[in-house]
Nanobody, 127 residues
Framework: QEQLVESGGGLVQAGGSLRLSCAASGRTFSTYAMGWFRQAPGKEREFVGG????????AYADSVKGRFTISRDNAKNTVYLQMNSLKPEDTAVYYCAGKSIQSVLLVIDAPQVYNYWGQGTQVTVSS
């Protein structure tokens, strides 16, 4: 059983940066494809970015391309989301998610595929 704990959220002005972290508790983190999702009030959960088991492949939503970067450190059982040039529309609760898979290169962008989720961390961007 994998437990995921996000941290790093907070309040930031538009144009600022935040780095979210997601720490996994289990010993099999390197077998997990990881993803970041977000949910704003009144909206559905949406894909932000994903990273393959190896970290070699990444994918991003169009709305964050060029501003957000996802990375992972398998030795530290942690995945990161570096968010730059933040906009008020980035305000949401951000969740990390994990799914154990065989492929070391696959990136998963569908939330229904993931079976482990963190509790979420609030990101608020003021204008």
């Amino acid at each position: 059983q994998e437990q995921l704990v996000e941290s790093g959220g907070g309040l930031v002005q538009a144009g600022g940066s935040l780095r979210l972290s997601c720490a996994a508790s289990g010993r099999t983190f390197s077998t997990y494809a990881m993803g970041w999702f977000r949910q704003a009030p009144g909206k559905e959960r949406e894909f932000v970015g994903g990273i393959s088991r190896s970290g070699f492949n990444t994918a991003y939503a169009d709305s964050v391309k060029g501003r957000f970067t996802i990375s992972r450190d398998n030795a530290k059982n942690t995945v990161y989301l570096q968010m730059n040039s933040l906009k008020p529309e980035d305000t949401a609760v951000y969740y990390c998610a994990g799914k154990s898979i065989q492929s070391v290169l696959l990136v998963i962008d569908a939330p229904q595929v993931y079976n482990y989720w963190g509790q979420g961390t609030q990101v608020t961007v003021s204008s």
